[in-house]
Each structure stands twice: as C-alpha cells, then as structure tokens.
C-alpha cells in the first residue's frame, strides 16, 4: 500500500480559471509552477506526472501543495534568496563607503589597521545593531566599486643580497 497523495484543500476562492490568467500572466516562473501544480493536483493529476511535466522532484510538487494549503494565494509570491527585499538602507551603504574611504578601524576601537569584510560585519552590527554575513558586506563593497587585494608577502628572513640579484635577473628577462 503506498503513500496517500497530497491533495489541494481548497481554492481559497478563486476558480481554475482564475488561477489559469495568474499562471498565464506572471513574470515569475516559480509562481508558474506553483499556481500549474495546484491547478493539475486539483484536476486530480498525479503528483509524478506533475513532477515530470514541470521538470521538478516529486518533494517539490509536494511542498508547492502543501505550501498552497497553509497560505494560500500568498505561497506563490516567489521570496526564495536574491528576490528578498534588503534591509540595507541607502544611509548604511553611504555610511559604510564612507568609513572604508576616510576612517581607520582604531577610530571605532578595533584592533586592526585596515578594513575587510569580518570588521565591517562587527562595526555594522554594532553601529546599525544589524547583522550580515562577510558575503553580503563584500557584495556592497563590490557595488560601491571596491575590490579585493590580496596583500604582497615579503619574507623577513631573506637574503638582500640575494633578492638584489634575482630583481637584477627578472628585469632582464622582462618579466616587468
């Protein structure tokens, strides 16, 4: 005896049709799938031929289902990841262009010389009282036209001598 199927509750009000100009009209191909898998379920379609229709997993066409039957129409706005509006206002971002430009971490009582994604993680989290990951801060300084560098090792121990003559070699072979 296999599994019950998953089965659409109700419409919430709105007719197949209704559901139909929704899937037609929508930019969102996850309100798409969503809005078609209700409808095929309803219709009493299989949940793998839904899966295999839409090109999606059987544990998808389920939770687009029982998604639809805890909320509703509301499921199928699509808020998965980058479509989540921001927290990060315009003064934060302004704010942080402007410390990383003009003032040092030991003006905010950090220990370091310099900037990076982690310290600005801690001076917004303490400044704003909200907290991001180092991806998402290294995101902003990437569209505030910041960039990455590495900083260049050079080695305590070495031999003057020795790095004069391999830069005197270097530049004749051109690698400059």
């Not at 919430?12 to 559901?19: F, H, P």
């Not at 479509?83 to 040092?104: F, G, P, Y």
């Amino acid at each position: 005896m296999g599994r019950k199927c998953v089965e659409v509750k109700s419409l919430y009000g709105l007719t197949i049709d209704d559901l139909n100009l929704i899937a037609n009209s929508s930019d969102s191909n996850y309100t798409r799938d969503v809005v078609k898998a209700v409808i095929m379920r309803h219709k009493g379609i299989h949940t793998q031929v839904i899966a295999d229709t839409l090109s999606k997993c059987n544990a998808t066409i389920v939770s687009y289902i029982n998604n639809w039957n805890d909320s509703g129409i509301a499921c199928i706005a699509d808020l998965r990841g980058g479509n989540i509006e921001s927290t990060v206002t315009d003064e934060m971002v302004e704010d942080i262009r402007n410390i990383v430009t003009s003032k040092s971490p030991h003006e905010f009582g950090y220990e370091q010389n310099r900037w990076n994604a982690k310290l600005l993680v801690r001076y917004v989290e303490d400044h704003w009282g909200k907290e991001y990951s180092d991806t998402w801060i290294r995101k902003i300084l990437a569209n505030l036209g910041f960039s990455y560098k590495r900083g260049v090792y050079k080695p305590s121990k070495g031999d003057p001598k020795l790095q004069e003559s391999f830069k005197k070699n270097v530049s004749c072979i051109g690698y400059n």
